[in-house]
T-cell receptor, first 117, second 112 residues
Framework: AQTVTQSQPEMSVQEAETVTLSCTYD???????LFWYKQPPSRQMILVIR??????QNATENRFSVNFQKAAKSFSLKISDSQLGDTAMYFC??????????????FGKGTHLIIQP | SAVISQKPSRDICQRGTSLTIQCQVD?????MFWYRQQPGQSLTLIAT?????????ESGFVIDKFPISRPNLTFSTLTVSNMSPEDSSIYLC?????????FGPGTRLTVL
């Protein structure tokens, strides 16, 4: 079984600043995917970014990027030029590779990110 | 990405009753998943639903309490049976490809 740990229950930064959310995980799997999801007050889960474990290159999506350290089992999310709309709960999640099929996600407890004007 | 809808979006129910939540996807998908998010908590996987086979439940969740149907490749239902206040949660369905998952908007259930 895998576990996902987010050690920052809440973070607060000023608009336009850069913020990094931490995530560590534990697994015996060699092939897997890692995700960051955003959940605003509307409660809709929005996929922010995805990382394949077999790829050494860190994923980026516009203002969002990750620092994936496979040996350390670390997967942090960096948000650049933060905006008020980034205020939300952010969940780190793990999915093992299932030979072409999907598998269920294991989530961390989440980090509540507040962007101050 | 798939477009996923859930019905109802929210409900308030009395203890001892049952509620069926529907999940509809705009394209055919093999795997569908049901999650529970208790108040102020993270998401926990309840079960995996494949079309044409019995759902697979995670530890701590049983079919008698959370029966699931998957009649076709675009639709699934989750029933929360014999409800108690501890079942008050957001219930979310998701659909999975080989390398990602997309979520429905969730159903907020309050049990009195």
């Amino acid at each position: 079984a895998q576990t996902v740990t987010q050690s920052q229950p809440e973070m607060s930064v000023q608009e336009a600043e850069t913020v990094t959310l931490s995530c560590t995980y534990d697994t015996s799997e060699s092939n897997y995917y890692l995700f960051w999801y955003k959940q605003p007050p509307s409660r809709q889960m929005i996929l922010v970014i995805r990382q394949e474990a077999y790829k050494q290159q860190n994923a980026t999506e516009n203002r969002f990027s990750v620092n994936f350290q496979k040996a350390a089992k670390s997967f942090s999310l960096k948000i650049s030029d933060s905006q008020l709309g980034d205020t939300a709960m952010y969940f780190c999640a793990f999915m093992k590779y299932s030979g072409g099929g999907a598998d269920g996600l294991t989530f961390g407890k989440g980090t509540h990110l507040i962007i101050q004007p | 990405s798939a477009v996923i809808s859930q019905k109802p979006s929210r409900d308030i129910c009395q203890r001892g009753t049952s509620l069926t939540i529907q999940c509809q996807v705009d394209s055919q998908v093999t795997m569908m998943f049901w999650y529970r998010q208790q108040p102020g908590q993270s998401l926990t996987l309840i079960a995996t639903a494949n079309q044409g086979s019995e759902a697979t439940y995670e530890s701590g969740f049983v079919i008698d309490k959370f029966p699931i149907s998957r009649p076709n490749l675009t639709f699934s239902t989750l029933t929360v049976s014999n409800m108690s206040p501890e079942d008050s949660s957001i219930y979310l369905c998701s659909v999975g490809g080989a390398d990602t998952q997309y979520f429905g908007p969730g159903t907020r259930l309050t049990v009195l």
